[in-house]
């Protein structure tokens, strides 16, 4: 299954055999959260193509872009009175 959330995303996909279903960069067993989590802690794309050789520069900005696209669907409650 081919999750949809934006530009990119469409290397970002689940498949109940792989990784316990949890999202991973098309083609891999690269996990997006494994992806994202070296972002974090201030790796660039350089250093996670290198430490994840099956991953190309293109499934580390489809990450970026899922994490983007799923930051703008607004999940967190809006306060019920303006925060001065």
């Known amino acids: 299954m081919l999750l949809n959330k934006g530009i990119g995303c469409e290397q970002i996909t689940r498949d109940p ?8 960069t098309k083609g891999t067993r690269v996990t ?16 996670v193509m290198q430490e ?3 991953l ?5 900005r489809a990450a970026n872009a899922f994490a983007a ?3 703008a669907e607004d999940l967190l ?7 001065a």
């Open 17 to 24: 055999s792989v990784c316990g279903c949890e999202p991973v």
């Open 77 to 83: 409650p809006r306060p019920l009175h303006r925060v």
């Open 69 to 71: 696209a799923s930051a």
């Open 32 to 47: 997006l959260r494994t992806v994202l989590a070296s972002l974090a802690s201030g790796d660039g794309t350089a250093e």
């Open 52 to 54: 994840f050789p099956t």
């Open 56 to 60: 190309e520069e293109y499934h580390v």
